[in-house]
């Protein structure tokens, strides 16, 4: 049997709507139908309805519970989606070489620190390397500005996850012990990469017997172990990230946390939407200044920048551009939210 359209979108709906509004719509429907009202425009505008009660919170009274959970769920919302994105813009920006059509270029990556000079290596003597283009030296700087910026946002969350462990502790919500081992996960996941990575170097050999033209022999450790060690810790680490974001997005929407941690959190998950705008900034004025470079290396001698996942840079654009616009609305819904928090039960 078909389900009647009609209901399956008013189940569409959050919790709070139906229980207030279900049986009220329903007799609303009656009458339109018997009005010739056609049933898949009432059932489109349901949607539409749909849509705004959950990303409004159109209609919702203005009950403190309600209010708190919303503001919960507000700023997940806008701070995990950076921790599923940020070491993807970092994949796709690493890998950096410098080339030119003079000769190899020495050292082949600028350091953000400076203090080193690219020199051309060729038969002669080492001779001063040409200099970037001004679009590839735009796109070195906008590198830059990610790589603070991800510091930056890492320092941010790390804070925010700080108070969200301690306002777990303080509040009085059920099972809070298994909430805070799920807020937890993030620590968990790195402790098992550190322990993997120093087991690891301990057991790869660090010392090499060579003899005449054979390949170089370990002396001592497991190469055997520690390359099984090296695949065991990119599953864990690649597992242990996609579980944290998990178990913290379960224990943010469960935990019944103060109106003063609420506020915090509000606050870190603006801070966090603004740092991702500022990065999706710098990201598409990195790739638009590695498309411009190619043109202007030809109308002279130059050094050029590339990286190893430049190619990514058109679909992760899109994929970051999603990300924050989720994150914007999470922390203007979490600012509406907490305006209704602040008033008090």
């Known amino acids: 049997m078909t389900a009647d359209p009609v209901e399956l979108a008013l189940r569409c709906y959050p919790r709070w709507w139906r229980e207030r509004y279900t049986d009220e719509i329903r007799s609303v429907v009656g009458d339109l139908t018997e009005d010739g009202r056609p049933r898949w425009a009432v059932t489109l505008n349901l949607l539409r309805g749909a849509l705004r009660a959950r990303t409004r919170a159109v209609g919702m009274p203005p009950v403190y519970d309600l209010w708190c959970t919303r503001a919960r769920l507000a700023i997940a919302t806008a701070t995990l989606p950076w921790v599923l994105m940020g070491p993807l813009v970092l994949m796709v920006i690493g890998g950096q070489r410098l080339q030119s059509t003079a000769g190899r270029i020495f050292p082949g990556q600028l350091s953000i620190t400076g203090g080193s000079n690219q020199l051309i290596l060729g038969r002669g003597l080492p001779t001063p390397a040409p200099p970037l283009t001004v679009a590839g030296s735009v ?12 510091l930056l946002t890492l320092f941010v969350l790390f804070a925010g996850w700080t108070g969200f462990t301690g306002a777990i502790k303080r509040s009085a919500v059920p099972h809070r012990r298994r909430l805070s081992l799920l807020a937890w996960a993030p620590g968990f996941s790195i402790l098992a990469d550190l322990v993997l990575s120093v087991t690891m170097d301990v057991l790869m050999p660090h010392s090499w017997r060579t003899s005449g033209g054979r390949p ?6 497991h190469p055997a172990v520690a390359h099984a060690l090296g695949t065991a810790l990119g599953v864990v680490a690649v597992v242990g990230w996609l579980a944290s974001i998990v ?3 379960v224990a943010a929407t469960r935990a019944d946390v103060s109106p003063l941690d609420l506020r915090f959190g509000k606050s870190v998950s603006l801070v966090v939407a603004t740092l991702l705008t500022l990065t999706l900034a710098a990201y598409a004025t990195w790739g638009i200044g590695l498309i411009v470079q190619s043109h202007q290396a030809v109308h002279g001698r130059f050094t050029t920048i590339s990286y190893t996942h430049q190619d990514l840079w058109p679909l992760m654009l899109v994929a970051l551009l999603l990300v924050v616009t989720l994150s914007a609305f999470g922390a203007s819904a979490a600012r509406r939210s907490w305006r209704v928090v602040a008033l008090g039960p």
């Open 247 to 249: 178990c913290v997005a």
């Open 139 to 150: 796109a070195w700087y906008a590198n830059v500005a990610m790589l603070v910026l991800f």
């Open 216 to 221: 170089p022999v370990p002396m001592g450790g």
